[in-house]
């Protein structure tokens, strides 16, 4: 849930507005107004004027009936044009078109945004037994290769104050003990690139790298496989290209 961190006095209806559609984003669908107000713990008379006047906005949409209630077109509109402005995006392109050319997988290029992975674009997979992912997904990042790559190029302090106290299994194979997952991101230092064995999708195997035009790093690029599909030589030669985007988005990237 969103919070505010600076010296000013936040405004009590923008931090319900931005709560409220954050709620939304993150489930998919149409809710009741006992659900919504459970969920965000806003009183019932004012939840409903600010669902209202969202509702009038575009920025929520509702059922034929008016009583149930989900995110609206507005908010595509603006993370949409998020992406079309971003400089990183767009530097990518090329060295993300190149990548899925030389591996013919699926390809990712992710944001740290706290303790989750944010989905900025991707190419899908030549194959037809492939992973679907959309742009703006949101992931935890201790459960992906993207999140580890990321945070590996954070202090292990850094990173316990990153994560939450309880890391949630995502399937059976997730990484859920936080010193564990400290000792796997000093490997990933070590080694220069993090792996995720089924972690985040059962069946799937994913290789990332950080991009670093920064520091700490705040993207990265990864390469998914379904599992069925990786041998030890197609693991390398992934490994190989990996690096090889990340050395090309490095050097398009080094003015921003």
Same mark, same amino acid.
């Given at each position: ?6 010296? @000013?006095? *936040? $405004? ?15 489930? *998919? +669908? ?5 659900? =919504? ?16 006047? !969202?509702?009038?906005?575009?920025? =929520?949409? &509702?059922? @034929? ?6 995110? +609206?077109?507005?908010?595509?509109? =603006? ?19 190149? !990548?899925?050319?030389? &591996?013919?997988?699926? #390809? ?26 959309? $742009?703006? %997904? %949101? ?13 590996? &190029? ?9 994560? *939450? ?9 997730? #990484? ?5 997952? #400290? ?8 080694? +220069?690139?993090? $792996? ?14 950080? $991009?670093?035009?920064?520091? *700490?790093?705040?993207?990265? #690029? ?29 050097? @398009?990237?080094?003015? !921003?």
């Amino acid at each position: 849930m969103t919070t505010v961190e600076s010296g @000013a006095a *936040p $405004v009590k209806s923008a931090v319900r507005t931005v709560v409220l559609l954050e709620w939304f984003a993150a489930r *998919p +669908g149409l809710h009741s107004l006992a659900a =919504v107000q459970e969920g965000t713990g806003f009183p019932k008379s004012s939840l409903y004027m600010l669902l209202r006047t !969202l509702v009038d906005l575009g920025w =929520v949409e &509702t059922d @034929a009936a008016g009583t149930r209630y989900g995110i +609206g077109v507005r908010a595509l509109l =603006v993370g949409n044009s998020y992406i079309d402005g971003d400089e990183v995006v767009a530097a990518a392109r090329p060295a993300l078109d190149r !990548l899925s050319d030389d &591996t013919t997988e699926t #390809i990712h290029l992710a944001r740290l945004d706290g303790a989750s992975v944010v989905y900025l674009a991707t190419r899908q997979s030549q194959h037809f037994l492939r992973p679907f992912t959309r $742009v703006g %997904r %949101r992931l935890p990042a201790y459960s992906t290769a993207l999140g580890k790559a990321l945070l590996a &190029t954070h202090t292990d302090e850094q990173v316990r104050r990153l994560l *939450p106290e309880r890391l949630e299994p995502v399937t059976e194979h997730t #990484i859920t003990d936080r010193e564990r997952l #400290i000792e796997e991101l000093a490997l990933v230092r070590e080694q +220069g690139y993090a $792996v995720d064995r089924e972690e985040n999708t059962l069946g799937l195997r994913c290789f990332g790298v950080a $991009v670093p035009y920064r520091t *700490p790093a705040r993207d990265a #690029i990864s390469c998914s496989v379904p599992g069925a599909r990786l041998t030890p030589e197609r693991e390398r030669l992934i490994r190989q290209a990996l690096f090889e985007a990340r050395d090309r988005l490095a050097l @398009a990237t080094r003015m !921003l």
